[in-house]
């Protein structure tokens, strides 16, 4: 009996071991895929940051995302065969491995679009394959806000209308803090994520005139010193700022002027140092609004940290407000709302 019971208590003594070593080894497991994970966002971050939904059907391996003219293809099941079949309405005009390093064949092939791939995946998480469309005429995204520009109402007689045109910091605004627009029914989000100041004055009709409002605010420049369209000076951008207060005057339209939000640096453009062309473009925008009787409207100052970059506990990432930054933000623009309506 007493050796049955030690043979018992070293079967336990076994068990517990052998499960302590299993869970340290899940332990180590599970924190080298986190870090795998980790490693891979930032790898591919260009593929996530200011993406938008695309048109395109969601396919069987993977999914896509899309900025301006790209797609970018997140392949998590990888074709045995190398085939990667992509939605026929694509435009594609080249696609790349690792973001242009390697150029891929695209072929219509038995009225499916091909693009050829390496037998092997070259990531165990998903590889992404980015797609280059042929540019469409649509340079500004004249087509986002089309119907629902349609559908919008024409305002009710006493309704004091704004319309905010924007960038991604206008756009994200419905989708992280959303309750604001909510709140405030006619406040009307005519924000599209990458544009440029050149972008958001060709759409200036369409999405602020013919809306009839009677104040908009005009957030722009950020994507301009980024270099999303190409360089471009500091002082072109603030005058695609000025011409669309000046199309907004000349509709007896209100304006309030916002301050470009500090940023450090660009994730999508890492060669450039955007702090100080952000302090010399709001310097003109400021004087501009102060010289032609504009509101203008300072983000810049209670947003900027002391490296000249967006507070960290205001920001999702160096440039985009997150909820907590767009809670600082409303009272703000809602007082120059108001102070605009009030202006003569």
Do not use: C
Not at 290 to 302: G, I, K
């Amino acid at each position: 009996m007493k050796i049955v019971n030690k043979l018992i208590l070293i079967i336990a003594f076994a068990i517990v071991n052998l499960s302590t070593i299993y869970s340290q080894e899940n332990i180590e497991a599970q924190k080298s895929d986190n870090e795998k994970l980790t490693e891979w966002k930032k790898v591919n971050e260009e593929a996530f940051n200011d993406t938008l939904e695309n048109p395109f059907e969601k396919p069987n391996w993977g999914i896509y995302t899309k900025k301006d003219d790209i797609v970018y293809a997140h392949v998590y099941d990888w074709p045995s065969d190398g085939k990667l079949i992509i939605d026929r309405d694509m435009k594609v005009r080249t696609a790349y491995l690792d973001y242009g390093e390697k150029k891929l064949k695209t072929q219509l092939t038995d009225g499916n679009l091909i693009v050829f791939l390496p037998n092997e995946a070259p990531n165990e998480i998903a590889t992404i394959v980015k797609i280059v469309l042929t540019p469409t005429e649509d340079w500004a995204n004249l087509n986002r806000y089309r119907q629902a520009n349609t559908q919008l109402k024409a305002p009710a007689k006493k309704e004091q209308r704004v319309v905010f045109i924007g960038n991604s910091i206008t756009d994200n605004w419905t989708r992280d803090h959303g309750q604001f627009f909510e709140a405030n029914p006619s406040y009307v989000n005519r924000g599209i994520s990458g544009q440029t100041s050149a972008q958001m004055l060709l759409r200036f009709r369409p999405d602020v005139i013919e809306l009839k409002p009677k104040v908009v605010v005009i957030s722009a420049g950020t994507n301009d010193i980024a270099g999303n369209r190409g360089a471009i000076g500091i002082k072109r951008i603030a005058g695609n700022i000025f011409s669309m207060v000046e199309l907004a005057k000349a509709n007896k339209i209100k304006v309030v002027l916002a301050s470009v939000l500090p940023a450090s640096s660009y994730s999508w453009s890492p060669s450039v140092e955007p702090a100080d062309k952000i302090i010399e473009l709001n310097k003109l925008i400021k004087v501009y609004a102060s010289e032609n009787n504009v509101l203008y409207l300072d983000y810049y100052t209670p947003m900027v940290n002391k490296e000249k970059g967006l507070k960290k506990e205001l920001g999702r990432d160096t440039v985009h407000p997150n909820e907590r930054g767009y809670l600082l933000m409303e009272p703000l623009v809602k007082e120059a709302i108001t102070k605009a309506l009030k202006k003569k």
